[in-house]
């Protein structure tokens, strides 16, 4: 996979990033934490090993909340509008993008669905992606 850059923003454009990295995984997660913290049937997150994140505008303004009990969940947003961030994992050494805050098409395609067995009934799927009942080991 190549290098590539990302830029995205928050849902009132008050923060914006440019990120760059090597694209490696891009997910649909359907465990609790991802659906309540979207407000979706599942969270889209594309996942980069670390090259450097600018942040354009608006840095000041992103919160996190982390869940107390959750070895890697934080949830970051913007303070503004509650649009969600990209936030680094350092558990894992990876920037987790909410793929809804990209400006454009990202460089891979969704490649699995993730916490299958958390997912709620009405949720989208059969889509012909790979199932995972937890975090993908590969």
């Known amino acids: 996979m190549t290098q590539a850059t990302f830029s995205g923003s928050c849902l009132c454009g008050s923060v914006q990033y440019e990120i760059s990295g090597e694209p490696q995984r891009f997910y649909h ?5 991802c ?13 980069i090993k670390p090259g450097a994140i600018k942040w354009i505008k608006g840095e000041a303004l992103i919160k996190s909340y982390k869940v107390p009990e959750a070895k890697r969940f934080t949830n970051c947003f913007c303070s503004n509008c509650g649009g969600r961030v990209p ?3 350092k558990e894992t050494d990876f920037f987790v993008i909410p793929a809804g ?20 009934s009405w949720s989208c799927g059969d889509d012909g992606l790979p199932v995972y009942s937890e975090y993908v080991t590969s």
Do not use: M
């Open 101 to 120: 805050s990209l400006d454009s098409d990202p460089t891979i395609q969704p490649q699995a669905r993730i916490f299958w067995d958390s997912r709620v």
């Open 35 to 47: 659906r309540k913290a979207s407000g979706t049937g599942h969270a889209s997150n594309l996942l």
């Open 29 to 33: 997660c359907h465990c609790q934490r």
């Open 87 to 89: 936030r680094y994992v």
